[in-house]
């Protein structure tokens, strides 16, 4: 039962489709609406941090254009002076002057560099922070419209992104610019024919750039959304590997994922096969402006109009205009790429959170559990999953709610602890709105364990202890003993032993005993447990049925329940029927008056009524591990 994390193909694309060779977008197209540089100006406050090391870097970078433009006014000096008057002492002079403005120069760019990389990482991570405590918030609701790739690629690639950015991208761009400004006023006031050509070139290349933009732009998103949907097909291919090997679709989701690797090959070729167009104009302007320099700069020097001393600076301060220009394609290829991937991550950071915190604490909670007039609509559906369901839990009682497949049950238990909203009526917990409560709070107070239970790949202790971190060990103890979860403790090294990635390394029982484990331990006063025990084999179930009756006698309890067994640990079951309601009573009296009711238990209750009655110890149903042979030999 996972109804509220579902992915609903109406909305949201599904990853490489097994059986279609059409290829779908996994993550619908991002909003229409215009986000200029404001995604990636307003990281500016994750900058503020390093304040003090990004000024410096300012500093040794003005710094260190001062020192580089200094080297061929320096020349012209020498040139000019020493050199055309044969004067020695001022060679000397002037040499050593110049070689303490190189080793300035390399001064200052290492102190750039070192400075650089801590403030980089340090903003990286916290932008990374940040961004996972915001995924953490969101609701399930968002969490089911969005590719778990989608959302690594951000967190992972597009940070990255950004990283190099503020580590360079940004850097050199500003100083760049900065140096383009100043050589070419310098270049007009040393001789203004000549300033004039070098200005004029700058038109070319500031046209180049407006026209680059707009495709780069639109290729960088291409590039970095089917990078999401790679990521998600690996994740889903990671995920879903035992089903793809039973159902043997290797070659059919190799083929989808395959045809997604060359989409993201032949997109990333456009826009190299672009980059490369753009970055070869803006080679060949300088150079073209540097053959007509050296031309009319001959013409001049030939008139008497500049001294040769003139001649060299101004080629030399030319030449330092190279590299500035030529870099200014992949640098606003950089800032494309930085302010993409910005607007990426503030599709997360801006995604509306419908969930909002309460404020109140309950005093001494008793766990009253009451559902009003409740009812529920997903987002992008046009029928309420659940209607005008009233239900009453008093303080230690236990519901058992069944109902056919699709009914809404998985639904009706997200609403307790908050994992989605309800869009109608109210769920309160001693008369107070659960919206009211405080959500940290209310999931102290609330405990949910599902059929598909989640385990982190960290200790069975860690995992243990999720919702209750300082529990001691005679605790733990306790939530073991009643979730018959015992087995972790003969584990290699025992509760401090790893579990593999999504518990991969447990059977599905013991996995669905240790969540339950889980749940015991945060010592709620609501119990919601929907189908957990659906995993168990009927000795492990027979064991923790009569655990839970202890726990359950405790608390208020939901319990999702399929099976005859389970509903006879409750005290009055409800039966769901297309979102709502329709009987609720004891077990025997809903035998008595709902058809309903009958229907959905009659093959499973038949079959344990079967073993109750036989209270026989040799019983079938007892031993589903012995083999037909052995079966046939007890039966003798
Ligand atoms: N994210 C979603 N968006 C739209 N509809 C959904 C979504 N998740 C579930 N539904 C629909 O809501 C209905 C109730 O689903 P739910 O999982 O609560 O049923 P259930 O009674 O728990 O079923 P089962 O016993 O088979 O697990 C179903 O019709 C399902 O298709």
């Excluded at 619908?28 to 406050?45: C, D, H, I, Q, V």
């Excluded at 109009?305 to 220009?325: M, Q, R």
């Excluded at 709105?433 to 790949?457: G, H, K, M, N």
């Excluded at 995993?535 to 726990?551: F, G, P, S, W």
Aim: net charge negative; charged share 20%.
């Amino acid at each position: 039962m996972q109804a509220v994390t579902t992915v609903h193909p109406s909305t949201h694309p599904v990853t490489a489709d097994a059986g279609s060779d059409e290829v779908r977008p996994l993550i619908a197209p991002p909003p229409a609406r215009k986000r200029p540089t404001t995604s990636l100006f307003r990281l500016r406050t994750y900058l503020y941090a390093y304040g003090a090391r990004y000024l410096i870097m300012a500093v040794a970078s003005v710094l260190g254009i001062g020192f580089s433009l200094a080297i061929p006014l320096l020349t012209r000096r020498v040139i000019d002076g020493p050199i055309a008057d044969a004067d020695q002492r001022g060679l000397l002079i002037l040499g050593t002057v110049a070689t303490a403005v190189g080793i300035g120069e390399a001064v200052v760019l290492f102190l750039r560099r070192w400075i650089v990389s801590r403030a980089n990482n340090g903003s990286e991570r916290l932008i990374r922070t940040d961004l996972y405590a915001r995924l953490q918030l969101l609701p399930m609701s968002f969490h089911g419209r969005w590719q778990g790739g989608q959302l690594l690629s951000r967190m992972m690639t597009d940070l990255a992104i950004i990283r190099r950015f503020l580590g360079f991208g940004m850097i050199f761009l500003v100083v760049n610019i900065a140096q383009i400004i100043v050589v070419v006023i310098m270049l007009l006031v040393m001789y203004w024919p000549l300033g004039v050509v070098v200005a004029a070139s700058i038109v070319p290349v500031a046209w180049l750039c407006h026209v680059n933009e707009k495709r780069y732009t639109k290729l960088s998103r291409k590039v970095q959304d089917q990078q999401g949907d790679v990521a998600s097909s690996v994740e889903e291919g990671v995920h879903g590997l035992r089903v793809i090997k039973s159902f043997g679709r290797f070659p059919h989701l190799y083929s989808g994922f395959e045809r997604r690797t060359n989409e993201l090959y032949e997109t990333s070729m456009d826009r190299v096969r672009l980059q490369s167009k753009f970055l070869t104009f803006l080679e060949v302007i300088p150079t073209c402006t540097m053959i007509i320099v050296l031309g009319i700069g001959a013409v001049a020097t030939a008139r008497g109009e500049i001294s040769i001393g003139t001649l060299v600076a101004f080629i030399t301060l030319l030449l330092s205009l190279i590299w500035p220009v030529a870099a200014l394609g992949f640098l606003l290829a950089m800032t494309q790429e930085a302010m993409t991937a910005a607007d990426r991550i503030a599709e997360i950071l801006d995604a509306e959170n419908p969930l909002v915190d309460g404020t109140r604490v309950l005093e001494s909670p008793r766990g009253h559990l009451r559902l009003e007039g409740v009812g529920f609509r997903f987002d992008d559906s046009d029928e309420d999953t659940l209607k005008g369901v009233d239900l009453d839990i008093a303080p230690g009682e236990t519901v058992a709610l069944v109902g056919g497949t699709g009914s809404g049950k998985t639904t009706l238990t997200a609403l307790v602890a908050r994992l989605v909203d309800v869009t109608e009526g109210r769920i309160t917990i001693d008369g107070v709105d659960v919206r009211e409560l405080r959500i940290s709070y209310l999931r102290s107070l609330v405990a949910t364990a599902f059929e598909d239970p989640t385990l982190f790949s960290m200790s069975a202790r860690e995992n243990l202890t999720l919702g209750r971190a300082d529990a001691s060990d005679a605790d733990i103890e306790q939530a073991l003993d009643i979730a018959q979860a015992q087995f972790v403790k003969e584990l290699p090294w025992g509760l401090d032993t790893r579990i593999g990635e999504q518990g991969m390394s447990l059977s599905g029982g013991q996995r669905q005993r240790l969540a339950l484990a889980r749940a015991v331990l945060v010592n709620p006063k609501v119990l919601v447990l929907d189908d957990t025990l659906s995993a168990l084999d009927i000795h492990t179930e027979a064991l923790v049925e009569e655990a839970l009756k202890r726990v359950l006698s405790d608390v208020t309890g939901l319990v999702v329940a399929h099976r005859a067994s389970t509903v006879l640990l409750a005290d009055r079951v409800a039966v769901l029927s297309r979102g709502s309601i329709v009987a609720v009573g004891t077990h025997a009296e809903l035998l008595a008056t709902s058809q309903e009711y009958r229907d959905l238990m009659s093959a499973d209750f038949d079959a344990e009524a079967e073993l109750d009655e036989c209270r026989c110890p040799e019983h079938p149903r007892r031993h589903p591990d012995r083999s037909g042979d052995e079966r046939a030999e007890v039966a003798r």
